[in-house]
């Protein structure tokens, strides 16, 4: 049976992939991709964790339609642990659903 990837660390991939993409990740985008796999605050939560843990980083940006974001990054030093987690679970059905959505 294989492993399933935990929330905090699917939400890390999708920042990781919108990085990877140069597009733009925030909240209602996350809640969006997510949709189905948590709740509202479930995923605020586990962003919260990301951020407490240093996983994850943001800075106030405006989106293409000019509204202001908290636009999400993987931090520098958490790089490394995310592409790994990434390249470990790359055949997780759920990680590939959300980033099917993107």
């Not at 939400?11 to 189905?36: D, H, Q, T």
């Not at 980083?57 to 989106?63: I, L, T, Y």
């Amino acid at each position: 049976m294989a492993k399933q990837m935990s929330l905090d660390f699917l939400i890390a991939c999708v920042i990781r992939e919108s990085e990877i993409r140069g597009e733009p990740i925030w909240f209602n985008k996350l809640e969006k991709i997510l949709e189905g796999k948590a709740s509202r605050s479930t995923i605020s939560k586990n962003i919260d964790k990301l951020f407490d843990y240093g996983i994850i980083s943001g800075e106030w940006d405006k989106n293409s339609e000019g509204n202001w974001i908290r636009n999400f990054h993987i931090s520098g030093e958490a790089s490394a642990l995310v592409t790994k987690i990434s390249d470990e679970y790359r055949d997780d059905s759920d990680l590939k659903e959300v980033l099917a959505r993107m």
